[in-house]
């Protein structure tokens, strides 16, 4: 065993392997991978092998389609052997409404995504499977370039690559013991000895938490059982001349494929999945199975039988029982560790054979600090120290239940709720409030009537959609309150605040106390890193508010270029809360509260001050996301349920109403306002995004140098907001497929219907060279193509005379 190495993985499963082998590819040749016992011998060597295109995700739609290549191309290229992946395509099969639109709108995100998706007849189904019963499918997808392999015979071509590299694998070595060094290297202790290395990566699968734990960290993820059943072989198969392809359905909550001349099939239990080695893992534990329990499969395999008779004809020949892991959100928990240096995480996955392909990104990731798609969505720094054991294990749960059911953007589940509530959480509720969660935290989509109560799961408009449009108005016309403490919040002090802050900002800081900016922090290759406003209440006091969904990946960038500073970084998320109160007679309302002059010329747009409010002091910053005059009020914590009923009584009187996420989407889409994680992402610098006017290259900053760079070549991608010209009754949210005369020039990033204007709206990155004020183009919708043209400004006020009066 080499004592030294640049990364160390710990974990021999196709996660491990496949990073071992991009990092090679990479140029990093100094690495050991430890794995305690033979490769793939964790949740890989028993894993069905299915890789498939049918996925909601489009950072994991093209992880896997980049696995399918890796698999079927590259790999035989490399070895000169023959492609060992079986690419019989796949079938989807949906019953319902909610499924139709959900297939469609994922056919229309597919055309970005560089595979077949197509949705087929009955008759064409009957063609590719002739043993599968679609008399009852309302929509069916076929996805003719997915397919499913051994993962066997992927991981080991894989492992012998990256050994011919230069890599090291030590098999049958277990890791006891990580120390990190004074010297910011780790110290991997072995039962066969020791090995220094600058970065360490967790791709132990099952023993991921163990192995967080040796650094004092939650891996949240959790074990379940998995099982699927073997057939004897069936004469109709040996008959057939092709092989089946891979078939799901949401009836059966099953996948069924061609296993030799026989049957796989592997059905997720709807309800009475089981949790495993909730207490620890048995370090012992290596390439077992459980025994099997068929009693907890049979309500699914009956429908089995239903979908597909042939398979009840033959009897069992193997039934497999192994453990797979599950995150809350089923997505693998990927990237750098919060609050530790070159410590990162490749685990999580429960479909961990398609998404072998991470390793290209992760390698990406760790070599030049970003990737060339959007890791947001698995970045392991999602959650925070709140997800807690029992909530990770309702949440896996969860997902493992729900594998194959119907999605939507409204889905909204109880699942392990509520974790993280602001202080006006039980206040909300009274008035009707139905809440969603973003990083365990309850925020407010809209608040029910007593006509309408609830949403139906759906991709159009909902029976709320009215409500949110009530919502939008009372703020144009009179006032709205939202609660906004579920942002991420930080302080920034120390005499070198104002340094600290000037080297990440893309945009120059406020010059002077009281001021308020918006900045961009980019990485050094030039990827949005985070997105934050900035108050500035002294030269050594800043106050900064961002996304709570990247709540700690935003505190970990601010603390890994801390070092060279003498500042204090502060995350006050729980700590203070606040609220934005915006419309016409804000004023009015807010004035009656406080002896401070609220007037225009004593207390302008875009600046702030400390204000006593009842006995409260708080923090005022005049800006509203929604667009209007308003004023965010940021306060203790303790202090906030106080003071929002003391706003309600004084609005009473102005008509002043609580609005929910879905209209505060609705109205900063109106402004032609980004938002982080649509229009804002690692892969995209603020320049694609439109976002010239608040980048300063006249001095250096973080990612200054690449965006240069940027600003003297030509962009392959630009941000564009589009203004829909149809009344077609479904929204863009992201990744929908954009066409000018038949070609397809780019995709959506988010949209919503603008209830102030009466229309739909939506970004879109599309190629430069064909936007242009006024342009037509269409969109692949759920509900069909919608047609819309661009506009250069915003659709609402855009002057900004409503947010300076």
């Known amino acids: ?23 090679t590819k990479e140029g990093w040749t100094d690495i050991a991978l430890v794995e305690k016992g033979e490769l793939t011998s964790g949740s890989t060597w028993h ?61 229309s995100r597919a055309k970005n995504g560089g595979f077949e998706f197509n949705i087929i007849s009955k008759q064409e189904a009957r063609e590719l499977n002739p043993f599968m019963n679609f008399d009852k ?23 012998r690559l990256a050994r011919e590299k230069g890599a090291e694998i030590n098999r049958f070595t277990r890791v006891t013991e990580i120390n990190s060094l004074p010297s910011g290297e780790w110290e991997v202790v072995t039962d066969k000895g020791r090995i220094i290395a600058e970065h360490v990566v967790n791709a132990a699968g099952c023993f991921a938490r163990e192995v967080g734990a040796m650094v004092g960290v ?17 004469p109709d198969i040996e008959a057939l001349g092709w092989e089946l392809p891979v078939c799901r359905d949401s009836y059966s909550s099953a996948y069924i494929r061609q296993e030799g001349l026989g049957f796989l099939v592997g059905p997720y239990e709807m309800w009475g999945s089981k949790p495993w080695s909730l207490n620890g893992m048995d370090w012992g534990f290596d390439r077992e199975l459980f025994e099997p329990d068929v009693d907890r499969l049979m309500p699914f395999l009956e429908r ?93 749960i969860e997902s493992y239940e729900v594998m194959y059911a119907p999605a939507a953007p409204n889905d909204n589940r109880p699942h392990g709720r509520p974790m993280r509530t602001s202080p006006l959480y039980a206040r909300l509720l009274e008035n009707g409030c139905i809440h969603g969660v973003v990083q365990g935290y309850e925020k407010a989509l809209w608040f029910a009537t007593d006509k309408v109560r609830r949403e139906s799961l759906t991709w159009l408009h909902s029976e709320a959609h009215e409500i949110v449009g009530g919502e939008c108005h009372a703020v144009r ?58 108050t500035r209440f002294a030269q050594d006091q800043f106050y900064l508010v961002s996304a709570i969904g990247s709540e700690h990946k935003d505190l970990h960038w601010m603390q890994q270029n801390a070092n060279d500073f003498d500042v204090e970084i502060k995350n006050v998320t729980d700590d203070i809360s606040s609220i934005l109160l915006t419309g016409p007679k804000t004023r009015e309302i807010l004035q009656q509260l406080t002896e401070e002059d609220l007037s225009n010329n004593a207390f302008p747009w875009l600046h702030a001050k400390e204000v006593k409010i009842d006995s409260a002091q708080v923090r005022v910053i005049r800006v509203s996301y929604a667009g209007e005059l308003g004023y965010e009020l940021h306060m203790r914590s303790y202090q906030l349920l106080s003071i929002y009923d003391s706003i309600c009584r004084v609005g009473e009187d102005y008509n002043l109403r609580d609005f929910g996420g879905y209209a505060f989407n609705s109205m900063r889409m109106e402004k032609m306002y980004r938002a982080y994680g649509n229009e804002f992402t690692e892969e995209i610098s603020g320049l694609e995004a439109g976002m010239d006017r608040f980048i300063d290259t006249s001095r250096n900053f973080i990612g200054c140098e690449n965006l240069k760079q940027r600003a003297n ?24 497929a954009v066409y000018h005369n038949g070609e397809l020039i780019g995709l959506t990033t988010s949209g919503a219907f603008g209830h102030r204007i009466g229309k739909s709206l939506a970004f879109a990155y599309l190629k430069p060279d064909v936007i242009s004020a006024g342009l037509e183009v269409t969109i692949d919708t759920s509900l069909g193509t919608r047609v819309a043209h661009i506009e250069m400004g915003a659709a609402y006020d855009p002057t900004n005379e409503k947010l300076r009066s």
């Not at 499918?137 to 492992?159: K, N, Q, W």
């Not at 891996?219 to 004897?232: A, C, K």
């Not at 309150?481 to 005499?495: M, N, P, Q, T, V």
Request: aromatic share 8%; hydrophobic share 40%; with cysteine.
């Open 47 to 107: 894993a069905a092998g299915l890789c498939a295109n049918f996925i909601g995700n489009m950072t994991v739609s093209q992880i896997h389609d980049y696995t399918i290549k890796l698999y079927n191309e590259i790999l035989p290229q490399e070895t000169g052997q023959t492609s060992s992946f079986h690419q019989t395509g796949s079938i989807r099969v949906g019953f319902t409404q909610v499924e139709e639109e959900w297939f469609r709108n994922l056919q």
């Open 218 to 234: 939650n891996v949240p993820l959790t074990n379940l059982e998995h099982q699927y059943l073997v057939t004897e072989t069936h």
């Open 137 to 159: 499918a309302r929509i069916i997808v076929s996805t003719p370039d997915d397919g499913h392999v051994d993962p066997t015979s992927v991981v080991m071509p894989l492992s």
């Open 713 to 736: 070549g030509r962009f392959s991608i630009e941000l564009a907001y589009l203004v829909f010209d149809d009344d077609i009754p479904c929204e863009c949210y992201g990744n929908e």
């Open 477 to 534: 016309d009179a006032a709205g309150i939202i609660d906004l403490s579920g942002s991420a919040k930080f302080e920034i002090s120390g005499k070198d605040a104002f340094a600290f802050l000037d080297l990440l900002s893309c945009n120059k800081l406020p010059s002077k106390d009281g001021r308020l900016g918006l900045s961009l922090f980019h990485a050094p290759n030039g990827g949005i890193m985070c997105e934050m406003s900035i």
């Open 304 to 396: 089995c039988f239903e979908m597909t008779p042939k398979f009840k004809e033959v009897g069992i020949k193997t039934i497999v029982n192994g453990p797979i892991t599950h995150t809350p959100d089923d997505n693998i928990l990927a990237g750098p560790q919060g609050g530790l240096r070159n410590f990162w995480n490749l685990c999580g996955a429960s479909i961990g054979i398609a998404q072998g392909g991470i390793g290209k990104y992760m390698a990406q990731w760790m070599v030049h600090g970003q990737t060339e798609i959007n890791m947001a969505p698995l970045d392991s720094r999602r959650f925070g120290e709140w997800a807690d054991k029992k909530y990770c294990t309702i949440k896996a």
């Open 1 to 23: 065993m080499i004592s030294h190495a640049r990364v160390v993985i710990i974990g021999g499963g196709s996660l491990g392997v496949n990073l071992l082998y991009h990092l």
